[in-house]
């Protein structure tokens, strides 16, 4: 495996990558949530509900590698 020659400007400022951060967070939050509701703590927030804006933050990261960026 190699990596690309410009791997830093992408971890820094690519979208897909940032958006690929974004759904590993609220994968993180649904396992969280999931955690409190096991001990009977009331979120307010529905089961699923990161896990569902996880799956669409990751359809837009997976779209927004073929969009062009400028290097700015």
């Known amino acids: ?5 410009e791997w830093q400007w992408l971890v820094r400022k690519a979208w ?7 759904a590993g967070l609220l994968s993180g939050l649904e396992v969280c949530f999931s955690v409190l509701s096991a001990y009977q703590v009331d979120t307010g927030v529905p089961p ?3 896990a569902a804006l ?3 933050v ?4 997976f779209l927004a590698r073929f969009v062009a960026q400028s290097r700015d």
């Open 54 to 56: 996880s799956g669409l």
């Open 58 to 61: 990751t359809i837009a990261a």
């Open 1 to 5: 495996m190699k990596l690309v020659d």
């Open 16 to 22: 897909s990558v940032r958006l690929i951060m974004l």
């Open 48 to 50: 699923g509900t990161f």
